[in-house]
Antibody
Framework: QVQLVQSGAEVKKPGASVKVSCKAS????????ITWVRQAPGQGLEWMGW????????NYAQKVQGRVTMTRDTSTSTAYMELRSLRPDDTAVYFC????????????WGQGTLVTVSS | DMQMTQSPTTLSASVGDRVIITCRAS??????LAWYQQKPGKAPKLLIY???SLESGVPSRFSGSGSGTEFTLTISSLQPDDFAIYYC?????????FGQGTKLEIK
């Protein structure tokens, strides 16, 4: 069965960086894509971007463009999302998800990683 | 920028009720729309993709319809497990934004 296992919770100071990992299993990583979605406390879902497992191509939301980098390691079927210059409003649960076969909808989800940005 | 607007924001209903949640896009998205269910502290769960295709394993009481700018999610007979927050998401163009969510509460 498909599993996406994310790294643990992080607490960061404003201005710092965070890198969240997402280890995939149960599907062919290089034939799929990984999307990152975040959810601030008590708020809705925000699409951040996605990375192709095949060639590493990325597409980022304008809101985080310039601060986010999504990468993947095909040898370990792991995707990474790094967010820099963290601000308090980056405090959120960050989810990775397997992209659908027919477009950027999210079929399977990781358990989420809480990133708290606080001085 | 594209906007996705769900209505209502909150919906109170009883077990056995038929409920409809609406999602409107600010511009045409064809049939490139998905619906998700989210329970507290959990990741969202895909219910519907391509506006009306039921994801494998999702109960048949869930159905989706629509195209262009107006879409609906229908639950034919509410079950206790269905009380949750529902989100639509367009994936016709980037960014693949979500609606603000509809909270389905027990009446």
């Amino acid at each position: 069965q498909v599993q996406l296992v994310q790294s643990g919770a992080e607490v960061k100071k404003p201005g710092a960086s965070v890198k969240v990992s997402c280890k995939a299993s149960g599907f062919t990583f290089t034939s799929s894509g990984i999307t990152w979605v975040r959810q601030a406390p008590g708020q809705g879902l925000e699409w951040m971007g996605w990375i192709s497992g095949f060639n590493g191509n990325t597409n980022y939301a304008q809101k985080v463009q310039g601060r986010v980098t999504m990468t993947r390691d095909t040898s370990t079927s792991t995707a990474y999302m790094e967010l820099r210059s963290l601000r308090p409003d980056d405090t959120a649960v960050y989810f990775c998800a397997r992209r659908g076969d027919y477009g950027d909808y999210q079929v399977d989800w990781g358990q989420g990683t809480l990133v708290t940005v606080s001085s | 920028d594209m906007q996705m607007t769900q209505s209502p924001t909150t919906l109170s209903a009883s077990v056995g009720d038929r409920v409809i949640i609406t999602c409107r896009a600010s511009e045409s998205i064809g049939s490139w729309l998905a619906w998700y269910q989210q329970k507290p502290g959990k990741a969202p769960k895909l219910l519907i993709y391509r506006a009306s295709s039921l994801e494998s394993g999702v109960p048949s009481r869930f159905s989706g319809s629509g195209s262009g700018t107006e879409f609906t999610l229908t639950i034919s007979s509410l079950q206790p497990d269905d009380f949750a927050i529902y989100y639509c998401q367009q994936y016709n163009s980037y960014p693949c934004i979500f609606g603000q969510g509809t909270k389905l509460e027990i009446k």
